[in-house]
């Protein structure tokens, strides 16, 4: 999938096998529960779009449960079990991923990309994404940059099915 072409063309079809390895796969129940929107599964999905669509501002437990509908207690074990990380690790991870992206594609130093996805202090942001990733933010951007192809920026995703 390095080559943009052969991404075009054979993305999809991977896309879709992958689809049918997962359902079908040892997890499969579970994640057709979760794509069904039943029990617990959509409780945390709820909160785990508003941790998608809020990362980079002040985002508490507290407001992930009441989103979900749940005790604290409940929504912790619950939120383990279907992603399993915590909710503050999973917030944490979304943000360091949005920051890479911006690094990646908006071209931002890492101190820009670390106060627009939440964090409040560049050096903290720099120690969890070493952490996280194994490389700093320049060496990260610069691996990316040299091991994968990346698609211009209008064109379209290989991804996503327009059918």
Do not use: C, N
């Amino acid at each position: 999938m390095q080559d943009p072409a052969e991404a075009l063309i054979l993305g999809p079809a991977l896309v879709r096998e992958l689809y049918y390895r997962v359902l079908t796969g040892e997890q499969g129940g579970s994640l057709r529960a979760a794509l069904a929107q039943q029990g617990h599964f959509a409780r945390v999905g709820r909160a785990i779009r508003l941790i998608h669509h809020r990362y980079a501002g002040p985002l508490s437990v507290a407001e992930l449960a009441v989103e979900a509908r749940m005790s604290l207690a409940s929504f912790h074990r619950h939120f383990r079990g279907v992603t399993d990380s915590t909710p503050l690790q999973y917030l944490k991870s979304t943000r360091l991923h949005q920051a890479r992206l911006l690094m990646l594609r908006a071209e931002m130093s890492a101190a820009q990309a670390a106060f627009e996805v939440g964090y409040e202090s560049a050096s903290q942001f720099s120690r969890e994404f070493k952490r996280f990733f194994g490389r700093t933010p320049v060496e990260e951007v610069r691996w990316i940059k040299a091991t994968y192809a990346l698609p211009a920026p209008d064109t379209p995703s290989p991804f996503v099915s327009s059918h």
